[in-house]
């Protein structure tokens, strides 16, 4: 398979305890890595491991770059990152403008501004074909600010197994339909496959008009694609609005774009939708566009037929499959945000801004929030962890009106089916039976290692739509808990239980309140059938009563009394499982008070060590003490003893003068 050609930045990382004398050591590593899955005979092999390292040589190269000089390493396996120094040490005014470009990264990726002054530059004639290809919606949307703190906290709940969100309520998954509603784009079609050459060298020559960077290779120099259509220096000028920015980039596309239908303006629609598809549809992270598409552009008449929004879908989950080291995700990420504002609208992250409008990308900007990346990434994950299940919209589209949105109708069969979605060279699974609540089923237990890799259908097949037998969530949410219960409490370092079991709990209840509310609906619907079978024969005389009026009321009734009863069992079971919420709660605030009590407890420990520390520190100093003034003590004796070593020293020399002098010993002894 082909280098996909994506380029990664990793990030910067200063000292551990602040500047290094106003500088900081800036850590990059570029990384071209390959695509996370590969058909071999028809079939979708199994991903690669991204902590895989293949054997082999690898020449380091230098790239010619805007700003410093930046070394990159060239990977062959797909997603591992290395941290290596580079050889040059930025100012640290310069990592401030580092930390932004970060946050503004996945903006950068999808070029969205210069992509809509190319479409407003064409002539009437080119967007009226993109309109029959069904592209003209998509193209016409604004942009969407991006949620980094929002992806990256969604990206870290990503299941690669099964290509699902864990999420303490369940499954979730983006679904087809979520991309029909948000973007516009048509999931219906053919799937987006074809055959991959080991050259589009004569592809690009003949169709674009352009040149690929080696002869093996399938990718395209951006600026190249730029420059064909006016806009190689798609810049912003200093002190210039977003609107004159807008402006000339559309007069400087016009100005060289064909304004007659012929050879040369095929070349500039496919041009154009080069740069569509490689930095919107399937937007990579690297600077190139692959020219895997190209192919199913030869026919311009048939772009339209394509399901460009399975592509899509396939092409996010993909991404969303790599290290969770990396900032945000390589496909089209609006549509992670927006299916997040409907389906999780307690986090607060969307705010509306036209209500009513379709495709839903339309309704929704960003709502700023000023406080750090990680700082918001953390708000999420606890909101994540406490948002109650009543406030997860599993169907958040119920009241909208599908008659202004034909795109909805004709995607309208592949909704609520297990099926594979095909990006190229990339094949993934949609496993809608694992979120059959978004359709308004319960949602029932399987054996997910069976049915998750077997009971999918092809793109074409779509003979298999989702249905469930189960009357509760009862028995899924058991056995998510028993499988993904550390999982989905990891991310805030909490143990599962007695957590989890809260979480679990509450789903079951409002599971079982929806019950009894079904049942209560139908308990109403059979006592005023019971009662309108009652009023057509009270007239009746008893003896000429109707016996077939009489079976229909005694089976009406029956049919009453047992609802009655299965009511007042899902009461009771209502009524139990409050119960157990409610000692549950009860045992985790015990819990949370004998965890304070341990607290507590080590707390006074660590005090009485220390206050006998301080009493083991003051009778050390006391006998210091002590042992200095005995010390001072035999210093005096010693001094003592000194002085009478010279006093008898000057009397022995005493005795010894006298003696010569001829004194008697009596006057001596005196």
């Not at 304004?259 to 598809?277: C, H, K, M």
């Not at 985790?588 to 520190?617: D, F, K, P």
């Amino acid at each position: 398979m082909e280098e996909c050609g994506a380029l990664s930045m990793y990030g910067f990382c200063p000292k551990r305890n602040g500047w290094e004398t106003g500088v900081a050591r800036l850590l990059v590593t570029l990384v071209t890595r390959q695509g996370a899955c590969r058909i071999t005979s028809g079939k979708a092999t199994a991903p690669l491991s991204p902590f895989r390292r293949r054997r082999g040589t690898r020449r380091d190269q230098i790239s010619e770059c805007d700003g410093p000089p930046v070394a990159f390493r060239r990977r062959q396996d797909p997603c591992r990152y290395d941290r290596t120094e580079s050889s040059f040490v930025l100012p640290a005014d310069f990592c401030c403008f580092w930390v932004l470009f970060l946050q503004s990264e996945l903006r950068s990726r999808l070029g969205w501004a210069v992509i809509r002054a190319i479409y407003d530059g064409l002539p009437d004639f080119q967007r009226a074909r993109l309109e029959g290809m069904g592209l003209g919606l998509f193209l016409r949307l604004e942009e969407l600010a991006p949620d980094v703190a929002l992806i990256q906290a969604l990206k870290e709940r990503w299941d690669p197994e099964f290509h699902a969100f864990l999420l303490p309520w369940g499954h979730m998954i983006p679904t087809l339909e979520d991309v029909v509603r948000i973007t516009g784009l048509r999931v219906d079609g053919q799937e987006v496959t074809g055959v991959t050459y080991t050259s589009y060298q004569e592809h690009v020559e003949r169709l674009l008009g352009l040149e690929v960077m080696r002869e093996r290779s399938s990718l395209v120099r951006r600026t190249a694609l730029q420059a064909s259509h006016g806009v190689a220096n798609a810049r912003h000028r200093t002190g210039e609005g977003q609107v004159d920015y807008m402006a000339w980039l559309t007069e400087d596309a016009r100005a060289v774009l064909a304004e007659e239908e012929g050879e040369a303006a095929d070349q500039d629609l496919r041009q154009f939708l080069i740069l569509v598809i490689g930095k919107l549809i399937l937007g990579t992270r690297g600077d190139p566009f692959s020219c895997r598409c190209l192919p199913l552009l030869e026919d311009l008449f048939s772009v339209g037929s394509y399901a460009w929004g399975a592509a899509l879908l396939a092409h996010l989950f993909d991404s969303l499959g790599t290290s969770s080291r990396e900032t945000g995700v390589a496909g089209f990420f609006p549509l992670l945000q927006v299916w997040a504002y409907h389906h999780l609208p307690s986090l607060g992250r969307g705010e509306p801004r036209r209500a009513g409008v379709v495709p839903l990308l339309r309704h929704w900007r960003f709502h700023r929030d000023e406080q750090s990346l990680r700082r918001q990434v953390t708000m999420i994950y606890d909101a994540l962890d406490s948002v109650p299940f009543g406030h997860v919209q599993w169907t958040p589209y119920i009241g909208e009106h599908d008659a202004a949105q034909p795109w909805v109708e004709r995607g309208r069969p592949y909704f609520g089916r297990d099926i594979w979605l095909h990006s190229f060279n990339t094949v993934v699974p949609l496993h809608h039976r694992l979120v059959a609540r978004t359709v308004g089923l319960h949602q029932s237990e399987t054996d997910w290692t069976v049915w998750v890799h077997e009971q999918l259908t092809d793109w074409e097949q779509r003979d298999r739509e989702v249905v469930s037998e189960a009357t509760s969530d009862k028995d899924y949410f058991r056995a998510y808990a028993r499988r993904y219960g550390a999982q989905v409490y990891k991310g805030s370092r909490r143990p599962f239980d007695p957590e989890g079991r809260i979480a679990s709990l509450e789903g079951i209840l409002h599971s079982t309140i929806r019950q009894r509310d079904d049942l209560q609906a139908v308990v109403d619907q059979l006592r005023e059938e019971l009662e309108r079978a009652q009023q057509m024969v009270g007239g009746a005389s008893s003896s000429r009563e109707d016996p077939g009026s009489s079976v229909l009321e005694g089976q009406l009734a029956a049919a009453a009394a047992r609802a009655d009863d299965a009511l007042s069992q899902v009461q009771e079971r209502e009524a139990e499982l409050r119960v157990a919420l409610a000692q549950t709660t009860a045992l985790e605030a015990e819990m949370a008070e004998l965890r304070l009590r341990s607290e507590a407890a080590e707390v006074a420990r660590w005090r009485q060590e220390a206050e006998e520390a301080a009493r083991l520190r003051t009778e050390a100093g006391d006998l210091h003490t002590q042992l200095g003034e005995e010390r001072h003590h035999c210093e005096l004796l010693r001094s003592e003893m000194k002085g009478l070593e010279r006093a008898l020293a000057l009397v022995g020399r005493s005795c010894s003068s006298v003696s010569r002098s001829g004194i008697p010993s009596g006057s001596t002894g005196h």
